[in-house]
């Protein structure tokens, strides 16, 4: 090949050899060599003191650049003679010789003119019309126009194919997250329902613990105040004068030792008893089962007993009218149990009666208000008020947790103590404290819309 072109050479001293454009404020280093001064700063920014020349390595001092003004203008005009050459090769004429390029140089790939093809850079050179060449060369393009498409659309189907596949697996992917979480989405709703179910168990659980726990530490509670009362009537009794002390000793001696409290089901275990109820004794109005073991208000009897009759009348009992067992309860323990049941359509909650009555209480007067005083100790259900009482004098108010559809009762004769239940929660309710000193019986007493049953 020829030496290079002069104008070509001249382009290519005037760039800076960093940035490789033409210079931007030249500067000169301490080694001669030349650069833009933007150029040469970015590259010493992270030196000390000594600054290696980007060309060379060696090392110059950063105050010892000096601007190069006489570069500075040779780049002004290479830039000016670049953008002529730029115009005139967009007019299709040689930079050189401003002549039309009518001919193409094979060896260095670019179109002359006339006059280059007679100087000594091309005159060795294989030279063609410019037109000659581009069919030449159009017809090696082509050559390769095919091949290029059909790689293009191999490429584009493989690019599809791709795409596709990677389409159906994001589809795949969604549709095993969907599934994935509604999977979670289940076992959560059935581990917060196993949870709720869990903790509404344990809650009734605490709810039961803490009924039986009260009912329980009122029931000691009871047995603490009865025990008071023992202490302080025996304390009492002690202080009496001899005579008047020795006459009940004995009786006395057996209430302390007879002091013994049991939980509600042993007394159903051990103690239970299924007394019935006496017909001679009920009031006429009553309605007495034929077995005796229910009563209720509604007079059936073909039998009405005359008022003088030496057994407890009905006269005494205005509401509710009442009805007295067989079982005579003397100097043992007993208990047995009362179910209060609605009648004609009414729920449980009218006038009621139960507990017992002395043997002899038949004969007192019948305005008396039932009493131990009397020698009846019962609890009573108003219906109007909604209220139970102990039918003392005057009578203790009762305050239950939830209306009792069956009473237990448990007489310790000797003891002097006749406690109420509530036989299904095994709540207390009420504990008469006295001497008995007379046979007692079973004591019931109704008015409308409520039946008592022995069970």
């Given at each position: 090949?020829?030496?290079?072109?002069?104008?070509?050479?001249?382009?290519?001293?005037?760039?800076?050899?960093?940035?490789?454009?033409y210079?931007?404020?030249?500067?000169?280093?301490?080694?001669?060599?030349?650069?833009?001064?933007?150029?040469l700063?970015?590259?010493?920014?992270?030196?000390?003191?000594?600054?290696?020349c980007?060309?060379?390595?060696?090392?110059?001092?950063?105050?010892?650049?000096?601007?190069?003004?006489?570069?500075?203008?040779i780049?002004?005009?290479?830039?000016?003679?670049?953008?002529?050459?730029?115009?005139?090769?967009?007019?299709?004429?040689?930079?050189?010789?401003?002549?039309?390029?009518?001919?193409?140089?094979?060896?260095?790939?670019?179109?002359?003119?006339?006059?280059?093809?007679?100087?000594?850079?091309?005159?060795?050179?294989?030279?063609?019309?410019?037109?000659?060449?581009?069919?030449?060369?159009?017809?090696?393009?082509?050559?390769?126009?095919?091949?290029?498409?059909?790689?293009k659309?191999?490429?584009?189907?493989?690019?599809?194919?791709?795409?596709?596949?990677?389409?159906?697996?994001?589809?795949?992917?969604?549709?095993?997250?969907?599934?994935?979480?509604?999977?979670?989405?289940?076992?959560?709703?059935?581990?917060?329902?196993?949870?709720?179910?869990?903790?509404?168990q344990?809650?009734?659980?605490?709810?039961?613990?803490?009924?039986?726990?009260?009912?329980?530490m009122?029931?000691?509670?009871?047995?603490?105040?009865?025990?008071?009362?023992?202490?302080?009537?025996?304390?009492?009794?002690?202080?009496?004068?001899?005579?008047?002390?020795?006459?009940?000793?004995?009786?006395?001696?057996?209430?302390?030792?007879?002091?013994?409290?049991?939980?509600?089901?042993?007394k159903?275990?051990?103690?239970?008893?299924?007394?019935?109820?006496?017909?001679?004794?009920?009031?006429?109005?009553?309605?007495?089962?034929?077995?005796?073991?229910?009563?209720?208000?509604?007079?059936?009897?073909?039998?009405?007993?005359?008022?003088?009759?030496?057994?407890?009348?009905s006269?005494?009992?205005?509401?509710?009218?009442?009805?007295?067992?067989?079982?005579?309860?003397?100097?043992?323990?007993?208990?047995?149990?009362?179910?209060?049941?609605?009648?004609?359509?009414?729920?449980?909650?009218?006038?009621?009666?139960?507990?017992?009555?002395?043997?002899?209480?038949?004969?007192?007067?019948?305005?008396?208000?039932?009493?131990?005083?009397?020698?009846?100790?019962?609890?009573?259900?108003?219906?109007?008020?909604g209220?139970?009482?102990?039918?003392?004098?005057?009578?203790?108010?009762?305050?239950?947790?939830?209306?009792?559809?069956?009473?237990?009762?448990?007489l310790?004769?000797?003891?002097?103590?006749?406690?109420?239940?509530?036989?299904?929660?095994?709540?207390?309710?009420?504990?008469?404290?006295?001497?008995?000193?007379?046979?007692?019986?079973p004591?019931?007493?109704?008015?409308?819309q409520?039946?008592?049953?022995?069970?």
């Amino acid at each position: 090949m020829a030496e290079a072109n002069p104008v070509e050479h001249l382009m290519e001293e005037t760039k800076c050899p960093i940035c490789l454009d033409y210079y931007t404020d030249p500067v000169t280093t301490q080694c001669g060599h030349n650069f833009c001064r933007p150029c040469l700063t970015s590259c010493w920014a992270g030196a000390a003191s000594h600054f290696p020349c980007p060309e060379c390595r060696k090392k110059s001092l950063k105050g010892a650049l000096s601007s190069n003004r006489q570069l500075a203008k040779i780049v002004q005009i290479a830039r000016e003679f670049s953008q002529q050459a730029a115009q005139r090769q967009v007019r299709g004429e040689c930079a050189r010789h401003r002549e039309k390029l009518r001919l193409f140089c094979k060896e260095e790939g670019r179109a002359i003119c006339v006059v280059c093809r007679e100087s000594k850079e091309h005159r060795a050179h294989e030279v063609v019309p410019i037109e000659e060449a581009a069919l030449e060369y159009k017809g090696k393009l082509k050559i390769w126009l095919d091949p290029l498409k059909q790689e293009k659309k191999d490429i584009e189907e493989h690019r599809s194919t791709v795409e596709k596949r990677a389409s159906a697996l994001q589809t795949q992917i969604a549709n095993e997250k969907q599934r994935t979480l509604a999977g979670f989405d289940r076992l959560y709703q059935i581990l917060r329902n196993k949870e709720q179910m869990f903790l509404s168990q344990l809650e009734e659980m605490d709810k039961k613990i803490m009924v039986a726990r009260d009912a329980n530490m009122t029931k000691l509670s009871d047995d603490i105040s009865l025990l008071d009362k023992l202490i302080v009537e025996m304390q009492e009794k002690m202080l009496w004068p001899a005579e008047e002390f020795l006459k009940d000793v004995k009786d006395a001696l057996k209430r302390c030792e007879n002091v013994k409290f049991c939980k509600p089901e042993e007394k159903r275990k051990y103690y239970k008893v299924f007394p019935t109820m006496d017909p001679k004794t009920a009031n006429p109005s009553l309605n007495l089962s034929a077995d005796g073991r229910s009563v209720r208000w509604g007079a059936s009897r073909s039998e009405v007993l005359p008022r003088n009759i030496s057994r407890l009348t009905s006269s005494q009992y205005t509401a509710p009218l009442c009805v007295l067992g067989y079982a005579v309860l003397t100097s043992r323990r007993l208990y047995w149990e009362v179910e209060v049941c609605g009648v004609s359509g009414w729920s449980v909650g009218g006038n009621w009666r139960v507990g017992v009555a002395r043997q002899t209480a038949r004969t007192k007067d019948t305005a008396i208000t039932p009493s131990p005083a009397v020698g009846i100790w019962a609890v009573e259900r108003r219906r109007k008020q909604g209220t139970y009482q102990a039918l003392t004098l005057p009578v203790t108010p009762l305050e239950l947790r939830v209306s009792p559809k069956k009473i237990g009762l448990f007489l310790d004769y000797e003891a002097g103590r006749l406690t109420f239940y509530n036989a299904d929660s095994n709540e207390h309710i009420y504990t008469f404290i006295d001497s008995f000193k007379h046979a007692l019986l079973p004591y019931f007493g109704v008015c409308t819309q409520t039946e008592l049953k022995l069970v």
